[in-house]
């Protein structure tokens, strides 16, 4: 199949470029070459490259920045999927659409999952951004599939993990607050490639729910995260009332992955194991780049 992945080179981006581009034709797209809010050039971009299959994983995702910079959230996040969808169904491709556990609002009782078929309410700006470009791209007459997904991390890009990690590595000693009251489940962005291959491989279409298995705190993937590397660090619960930002997450954010494993799709394990693969293959590079971010700020590592 021949596939237009947008926004390429981010975190996302990037893994799906390798296990993509291993198994099909891959164009791959990303600002300044590319911008998915012009209409004109979506339009054009994809009458031309002719492709089976567009992977939109192209996003503002700076939740807090969103409130603030609540239009260019929506051009990007609803206006840009709209685009893309016009042109696939043109041109005759499958849309996939990366969505957020954000669209829902999080009220619902710790372990209970939200489902596909849930009432999203989103909280912030950028849950709402998200949520408007499902809609549209449902309402466009294109063939999509859309997969929220939550809690990435990956090797490329900037994340949580590898944020504790630096401070671990900056000051060990000092201890750290962590939200230990906002749940959901961890998901490496090499598997959710995985999974967007092969919904893309099996012509699969709808809204399918993407993410690890089980669920956790960001206490408990930090805390995980940095003794499976090996190093030292201090980390303390706490609340999200000790921790203000200007969004509002939900506090529950595990969702359950029931259509892809209804239609025998589902690639996904248990976040546990995803972490502990993660670092087991990127141990050094992290460690290094880590080191070496620390190094440029004039940090002690």
């Known amino acids: ?136 791209v449902q309402a466009s007459g294109a063939r999509f599939a859309i997969l929220r997904t939550a809690w990435l991390y990956g090797r490329y890009g900037g994340n949580f993990p590898k944020t504790m990690l630096r401070l671990a590595l900056a000051e060990p000693e000092r201890e750290r607050p962590v939200i230990a009251e906002q749940w959901g489940s961890p998901t490496w962005s090499w598997r959710l490639a995985e999974q967007i291959e092969t919904v893309i491989s099996a012509g699969a279409t709808g809204v399918f729910h993407a993410t690890a298995g089980g669920h956790a705190t960001w206490f408990d993937l930090a805390e995980k995260f940095l003794t499976a590397l090996a190093v030292p660090h201090k980390l303390a619960p706490c609340t999200v009332a000790a921790y203000p930002l200007p969004a509002r997450r939900p506090l529950n954010s595990i969702l359950e992955n029931a259509r892809l494993k209804q239609a025998g799709l589902h690639v996904m394990r248990s976040w546990e194991a995803e972490l502990a693969e993660f670092v087991a293959r990127h141990r050094d590079e992290l460690l290094e780049e880590a080191r070496a971010w620390l190094t440029a700020k004039g940090q002690t590592s």
């Not at 490259?49 to 969103?66: H, L, M, S, Y």
């Open 1 to 136: 199949m021949k596939i237009l992945l947008t926004g390429a080179r981010g975190q996302l981006g990037r893994d799906c470029q390798a296990v993509l581009g291993a198994r099909h034709e891959l164009i791959a797209t990303d600002l300044p070459e590319f911008d998915i809010t012009a209409g004109a050039q979506v339009r054009d971009r994809v009458a031309a490259a002719r492709p089976d299959v567009i992977v939109n994983c192209a996003a503002f995702t700076r939740v807090d920045a969103c409130e603030v910079q609540r239009a260019l959230a929506l051009r990007v996040n609803a206006e840009a999927p709209r685009l893309l969808a016009a042109a696939a169904r043109a041109a005759g491709a499958l849309l996939v659409q990366i969505s957020t556990d954000y669209v829902f609002d999080g009220a619902r009782p710790v372990p209970q999952p939200y489902q596909e078929n849930d009432a999203p309410h989103p909280l912030s700006a950028y849950g709402a951004s998200k949520l408007a470009g499902e809609q549209a």
